[in-house]
């Protein structure tokens, strides 16, 4: 079955970098685009990012543009989110998530990642 | 950006009810919906894509429709399972937006 496993989360201070990571398991891993997105405590989910099955593509919202860069390792069926110059309102749990197999609807989800800046 | 708007916010209603959440897109997205379930400390699960294709595994109580910028997402006899936060979802461009969220709670 699809897993997806998230980790990296943790307590960072504002400014500073971190590295989420998130392993897939279950499927061939290089033939499917992968999300990452983040939910605020209490709020709704926000798209940050995805990533083509190859790697070839990649896109991102407004707000995290520059500071936040997706890639993917398929030979170790990993997709990473490094996250830089963060501030305090980046604090939310991280999901990554599986597009579908044409298209970018998000099929399955990890369980997340807690992320807090603060110092 | 594609601004992905939804109504109610909250709904109130209680088992075996039928309802109706609608998301607007601030252009159209064709058919390339989706809706999400969220329930309290865990991640969404996708219920329906393209609009109105059933997620496998979902009960035949959620259905979608629309098309362009107006959709909905209908659940037809509430079961105590089903209280929880739904999204829809728009993947027709780049940034792929959520709605806001509607928040379903038990009368």
């Known amino acids: 079955q699809v897993q997806l496993v998230e980790s990296g989360g943790g307590v960072v201070q504002p400014g500073r970098s971190l590295r989420l990571s998130c392993e897939a398991s279950?499927?061939?891993?290089?033939?499917?685009?992968m999300h990452w997105v983040r939910q605020v405590p209490g709020k709704g989910l926000e798209w940050l990012s995805f990533i083509s099955a190859d790697g070839s593509e990649k896109s991102y919202a407004e707000s995290v543009k520059g500071r936040f860069t997706i890639s993917r390792d398929n030979s170790k069926n990993m997709v990473y989110l490094q996250m830089s110059s963060l501030r305090g309102e980046d604090t939310a749990e991280f999901y990554c998530?599986?597009?579908?197999?044409?298209?970018?609807?998000?099929?399955?989800w990890g369980q997340g990642t807690l992320v807090t800046v603060s110092s | 950006d594609i601004q992905m708007t939804q109504s109610p916010s909250t709904l109130s209603a209680s088992v075996g009810d039928r309802v109706s959440i609608t998301c607007r897109a601030s252009?159209?997205?064709?058919?390339?919906l989706a809706w999400y379930q969220q329930k309290p400390g865990k991640a969404p699960n996708l219920l329906i894509f393209k609009t109105s294709s059933l997620e496998s595994g979902v009960p035949s109580r959620f259905s979608g429709g629309g098309s362009g910028t107006e959709f909905t997402l209908t659940i037809s006899g509430l079961q105590p399972d089903d209280f929880a936060t739904y999204y829809c979802?728009?993947?027709?461009?780049?940034?792929?937006?959520f709605g806001q969220g509607t928040k379903l709670e038990i009368k």
């Open positions: 998530a599986r597009a579908g197999i044409r298209f970018p609807y998000l099929h399955y």
């Open positions: 252009q159209s997205v064709s058919t390339w």
């Open positions: 979802q728009q993947y027709k461009i780049s940034p792929y937006t």
């Open positions: 279950g499927f061939t891993f290089s033939y499917y685009g």
